[in-house]
């Protein structure tokens, strides 16, 4: 078995475990896309995976989407920003990505619509949610998020919010971990009651990742980010990946 066989034999696993957490929970698995992580791996296995029919992977590093989407250029591929954005980087995500999802701070969604406004681009959107307590996790606090997204849909047009993201609690204790997701739904339906926004509908939830998707699907999450579980270990350190 070559290295793309075994990468479909990973995809097609993880899609049976989506199926089955979403069955258990008495939801459609058409509900639920997968997004592949493939921060930290090469572009010879990202050109692996679409050619298996993947079109999206999400990057926590601005600078690593700007590499990988030149050197994979016209393979119409979509990336997606899931991690720490400092705004100096900004100019990578606006000119590459077609998404972020840890949009987090006003300051920069105003310098991500000043550069896609010098590239001609729109960006689609999520808000990130702090729902733990963990210093190392990022994301707006709760009760701020309704009065940001009304913010920016009056100052950063080209910004399309969709929905929300966030990251559970880093626990063992499936209950810590499930009430951060049941959060994130619970905001998510307290903000489609409150807001009547114009092309905002808010209907994305973006949580659960290898080791908690099974629990975030059961607590309504449309989007669930899978790296280990579809591409293998990583071999670079933690700080890699995670902010300077």
Known sequence: MNKQQELAVRFALVREQIAAA??????????????????????????????????????????????KA?????????????????SNKARYVARYASEIQSLDRLSLAKTLQRRLELEDRYLNALVQVKTSTEPSKYGMAPDQVGAF??????ECPRLRVQGLMTMAVNSADENAVRACFRALKQLQQQLQAELELPGVSLDRLSMGMSGDFHLAIEEGATEIRIGTAVFGHRQEQRDYYWPE
């Open 22 to 67: 979403a069955k258990a929970a008495g939801r459609e698995a058409s509900d639920i896309s997968l997004l592949p992580v493939s921060k930290t791996f090469s572009t010879a296995v990202i050109a692996d995976a679409h050619a298996l029919g993947e079109m999206r992977f999400g990057e926590n590093k601005a600078q690593e989407i700007r590499d």
């Open 70 to 86: 030149t050197t994979l250029e016209g393979h119409n591929i979509d990336w997606v920003m899931i991690g720490y954005l400092q």
């Open 149 to 154: 997204i009304k913010q920016l849909t009056e």
